[in-house]
């Protein structure tokens, strides 16, 4: 589902317009309508007053603009807005702009939602699983996650969840902000597309003093058993395989944890030895891509 409706695309440098068709003609084929005008002109004051009347608050709308000042005001009005940047104007401040783009005849669609989501703090969607999907957690999931953590055999290998709600909602929306912004990916939630309803969390994330990226899961006790989590960690290398380009991912269990240990085996990993951190031993379970059961 795309949440982006329309991408306004205002250029003070119109030479450049037609880098922007292929856009045109791929963001239409996703349903999603773009506009573009040279900045000074009638349409481009319409959309500013539009904008004065209305707010920024339009659903689905995305800014692009060359206009540093453009931007920048749109930005501080919190507007979803993608700076774009050529050789006329590479040297100018963009300010608080997060997003831009150098090439916009390469920028396809699903770039765009992403740019649109981030900027309106909406969860991207990651993959989709025959019964599963997983998409990045928001403030709401916090609910979910004590009703997931409140079994004691969720905690027995792994940390919990803050005392207090607040904190954990605190520390989701920080993790947000910093990793999933930061690195594209992160631990994300798990939840069946039957239902939509919450099941658990997997992903990855780096460890200190470690290299490789760590593969992390955990699913809820009423959904154990039922092959969830290998098919949803089966997905989640096929994805660090092909579109995070890992080499190599790693997963850090206990060793009396055996169904961990056997899910592991089963995906392909094997373990390269113990290790041990904060006085608790680990089997370090090793996959490299092209490896049995990676792709």
Same mark, same amino acid.
């Given at each position: 589902m795309y949440y982006l409706q329309k *991408?306004?695309?205002i250029l003070e440098h119109m030479e450049y317009k037609m880098f922007f068709l292929p856009m045109r003609d791929e963001l239409y084929s996703?349903? *999603?309508?773009?506009?573009?005008?040279?900045? @000074?002109?009638?349409?481009?004051r319409k959309m500013a007053k539009n904008l004065e009347i209305n707010g920024d608050q339009r659903s689905g709308l995305l800014w692009m603009t060359d206009n540093?000042?453009?931007?920048?005001?749109?930005?501080?009005?919190?507007c979803p807005v993608l700076a774009f940047l050529h050789e006329d104007n590479d040297e100018l401040d963009? @300010?608080? *702009?997060?997003?831009a783009c150098e090439k916009p005849e390469e920028v396809e669609s699903v770039y765009l939602e992403g740019v649109y989501r981030r900027c309106m703090r909406l969860p991207l969607d990651i993959l989709a699983t025959e019964r599963l999907?997983?998409?990045?957690?928001t403030e709401e999931d916090v609910d979910e996650f004590y009703r997931i953590y409140d079994d004691p055999s969720i905690t027995q290998y792994m940390e919990?969840?803050?005392?207090?709600?607040?904190?954990?909602?605190?520390?989701?929306?920080?993790?947000?902000?910093?990793?999933?912004?930061f690195y594209d990916f992160g631990v994300w939630t798990v939840g069946k /597309?039957?239902?939509?309803? *919450?099941? @658990?969390?997997? @992903?990855?994330?780096? /460890?200190e003093g470690f290299e490789e990226p760590e593969l992390g899961f955990v699913i809820g006790?009423?959904?154990q058993r039922q092959g969830y989590a290998y098919e949803i960690c089966s997905a989640i290398l096929k994805y660090g395989w092909e579109q995070l380009e890992f080499t190599k991912v790693r997963a850090m269990v206990q060793p009396d944890n055996e169904p961990s240990l056997q899910l592991c085996r089963k995906l392909g990993m094997e373990c390269q030895g113990k290790v041990t951190e904060k006085g608790i031993e680990y089997n370090c379970m090793m996959l490299h891509r092209g490896e049995h059961g990676s792709e």
């Open positions: *991408v306004n695309v996703h349903g *999603v309508k773009m506009e573009l005008c040279g900045l @000074g002109t009638a349409e481009a540093s000042a453009l931007a920048r005001c749109l930005a501080e009005r919190q963009f @300010g608080e *702009v997060r997003y999907f997983l998409r990045e957690t919990g969840l803050y005392p207090d709600k607040q904190e954990e909602r605190a520390y989701i929306r920080e993790y947000i902000e910093k990793i999933y912004n /597309r039957d239902t939509g309803e *919450v099941i @658990g969390r997997a @992903g990855f994330s780096y /460890r006790v009423p959904w």
